[in-house]
């Protein structure tokens, strides 16, 4: 007796741990739960943190324009000893204006400069809009993958959701077959107690109750596991994250009797991330056409100098080399090309092509993706809709044959087996229900996605 109350005592209190141990929980409605995925989750900030970067980077392009003013000044001591002749300086000899002489004189001259310089880039035929242009189509790039981003993790979130009720209702078939095999138990333990059954039987009916409590466990593990993902990405507890049962009620009843009404004009998310690639790489086209035009110069410099050796040719003292005895001002307008980018050009922009094209071909590969999963989604539902509706006739069935197994071996006209057969039996068909149940919600789901209509099937929550 002491043994029968001890397993009692142990089956409920598992039952009410699984089954009932978050009900002091207020219960997320979906919409809430995905506001807070929004704000919250990690992956979507730093794709938004991206969106930032690239229109801080398009900012900079616009500066491209700016005219550039050099400000320099130097002073210098070394000797001034010069032939005629011209040569290349290469960026490597000093500058050394006089000192003609027919001899070496190693004494030290002073002298300094001071120029300010400016230069402008006035006109390049199209390169600055090109560049405005293509920073603007990287902006958008990175702003539709922030979109794509955001509704995978949407997605995400509402078949989690689903998950969560699908769970919660196998987690009450579990419980409820952990209570028809404890009724057997107790049925066993009265008839052997009665010598009308063997011992063994009571044992057959533990080793049921133990398996039926480690699917329990199992299930609960598994509930855990989509509670701790989906609090990560919410910036909740865990324990907060409990599915409103009520609105899977409200949800099943809906889709029977007010079928979605789904709008097949609205752009996928991935599409258009696709679609602004593809105009991002003509725009690069159109960037490297523009890049190898002549490009229109406007300059002028300021500069002033001093130094130690007169104008006769002969040398003062350091301290003369210092301060401004000359000025100078220069203005011109330029132009330059380079005949040769002619080839450059030619070959860059068959480069590009060939990446437009293949931009273009990706774009076109996930319109038909699209198109595709439309059409799966479609025949996915209707199979959904016609195993729905032959499931509860198993259901219904399972449930009559239990029943009787169990009255038939209650009466000691049938072996402990039979009843086993049937309760798993009934534990499948009820499974089979909640699992036919949530693969039509799944199926409705996988279609609005599809067809970029999410907003459709949350109303179906309200």
């Given at each position: ?89 290469f960026g490597l000899v000093p500058t050394n204006n006089g000192g003609i002489r027919a001899d070496n004189n190693y004494q030290a001259v002073s002298s300094n400069l001071g120029i300010a ?32 981003s955001k509704y995978d993790l949407q997605s995400f979130t509402i078949y989690s959701y689903l998950q969560l009720l699908k769970l919660h209702d196998l987690i009450g078939i579990q419980s ?148 401004l005895q000359r000025g100078n001002y220069l203005v011109g307008l330029g132009i330059n090309y380079n005949l040769f980018d002619l080839r450059r050009k030619k070959v860059k922009l068959n ?112």
């Amino acid at each position: 007796m002491f043994q029968k109350l001890v397993l009692m005592g142990h089956v409920l209190l598992c039952c009410s741990f699984f089954s009932y141990g978050q009900e002091s929980h207020v219960p997320i409605k979906l919409n809430q739960l995905l506001s807070s995925v929004t704000q919250h989750a990690p992956s979507l900030r730093t794709d938004y943190v991206r969106t930032q970067v690239q229109q801080a980077r398009a900012a900079e392009v616009k500066n491209n324009r700016l005219p550039s003013l050099q400000l320099s000044y130097q002073a210098d001591v070394g000797s001034n000893n010069n032939v005629p002749g011209p040569y290349f300086g290469f960026g490597l000899v000093p500058t050394n204006n006089g000192g003609i002489r027919a001899d070496n004189n190693y004494q030290a001259v002073s002298s300094n400069l001071g120029i300010a310089a400016f230069q402008w880039e006035v006109y390049n035929f199209g390169q600055f809009n090109a560049q405005d242009q293509l920073a603007q189509a990287e902006v958008t790039v990175e702003n539709r993958r922030f979109e794509q981003s955001k509704y995978d993790l949407q997605s995400f979130t509402i078949y989690s959701y689903l998950q969560l009720l699908k769970l919660h209702d196998l987690i009450g078939i579990q419980s409820r077959s952990i209570a028809r095999n404890q009724e057997i138990r107790q049925s066993i333990f009265a008839l052997v107690k009665s010598g009308i059954r063997a011992g063994v039987d009571t044992s057959m009916a533990d080793a049921e109750i133990s398996r039926s409590q480690l699917g329990l466990i199992e299930l609960d593990n598994q509930q855990q596991q989509l509670q701790i993902q989906l609090a990560t990405l919410a910036g909740m507890s865990p324990a907060q994250i409990v599915a409103d049962t009520t609105a899977e009620k409200i949800l099943f009843e809906q889709v029977k009797n007010a079928p979605i009404e789904l709008d097949g004009g609205r752009q996928h998310p991935m599409v258009a991330y696709y679609n602004a690639l593809f105009d991002k790489t003509k725009m690069e086209e159109k960037l490297i056409a523009n890049s190898y035009r002549p490009k229109l110069f406007l300059s002028g410099a300021v500069w002033g100098r001093a130094s130690s050796v007169h104008s006769d040719n002969s040398y003062g003292s350091l301290a003369d080399g210092f301060g401004l005895q000359r000025g100078n001002y220069l203005v011109g307008l330029g132009i330059n090309y380079n005949l040769f980018d002619l080839r450059r050009k030619k070959v860059k922009l068959n480069t590009q092509r060939l990446m437009v094209d293949e931009a273009g071909q990706k774009l076109q590969e996930q319109q038909a993706n699209i198109a595709m999963n439309i059409t799966q989604s479609a025949t996915e539902v209707a199979t959904a809709e016609r195993r729905l509706k032959e499931i509860p006739r198993q259901t219904k069935a399972a449930n009559a044959a239990y029943r009787q197994k169990f009255s038939l071996y209650k009466n000691g006209l049938i072996d402990i087996v039979e009843v086993n057969v049937a309760q798993n039996m009934l534990n499948q068909a009820e499974r089979d229900y909640i699992t036919a149940k949530y693969n039509y919600y799944l199926a409705l789901f996988h279609q609005v996605v599809a067809q970029n209509n999410v907003d459709g099937f949350l109303q179906l929550f309200n």
